[in-house]
């Protein structure tokens, strides 16, 4: 009973989430859920498909530039900024475009916990060596980060 109780308080010690090393390791799926709106149980006349299979989100943050090329259904391609520390910052007064350095993310309306973070997403607001910028490519899906300018 002693090494049964001990064996138990040993368990029961380890904090094991279990749900979250399952998200951490299994296959994001984009497809219908086995639940409709009202509740109603949907019954499948198929499987699961590859195509129906999403990926992990990768934040890009404030670093040396680095970049990854994944293909994409169709043989097409989509560049994902990882880390970046330049932007293209276009000037809405002269409309001339200049490559700037990135300093920190001032505001990010996506979530309050990204400017910490320092992470960049279409919208987050920039501090460049230009100035204040707005994010309005999407650094996830297209490769680079092009931003106009707020203020000087």
Partial sequence: MGELSGQFILLSTYSLNT?????IFMALWQGLSKRSNTG????YARFKRKFEMGR???LTTI??????ILRTRGNNRKTIVKTSNIAYVLDPKTNKTTKTEIVTVKENAAN???????IMN???????????AKITSR???CGT???????K
Avoid: D, M, W
């Fill in 40 to 43: 109603r149980r949907r019954r």
């Fill in 63 to 68: 670093g040396s530039p680095k970049i990854k």
């Fill in 112 to 118: 309050i916990h990204y400017v910490r973070r320092n």
């Fill in 139 to 141: 650094p996830g899906q």
């Fill in 56 to 58: 992990e989100e990768h």
């Fill in 19 to 23: 749900s979250s090393i399952f998200r």
């Fill in 122 to 132: 279409k919208g987050a607001i920039i501090e460049t060596k230009a100035g204040k």
């Fill in 145 to 151: 980060i092009n931003a106009i300018l707020i203020s």
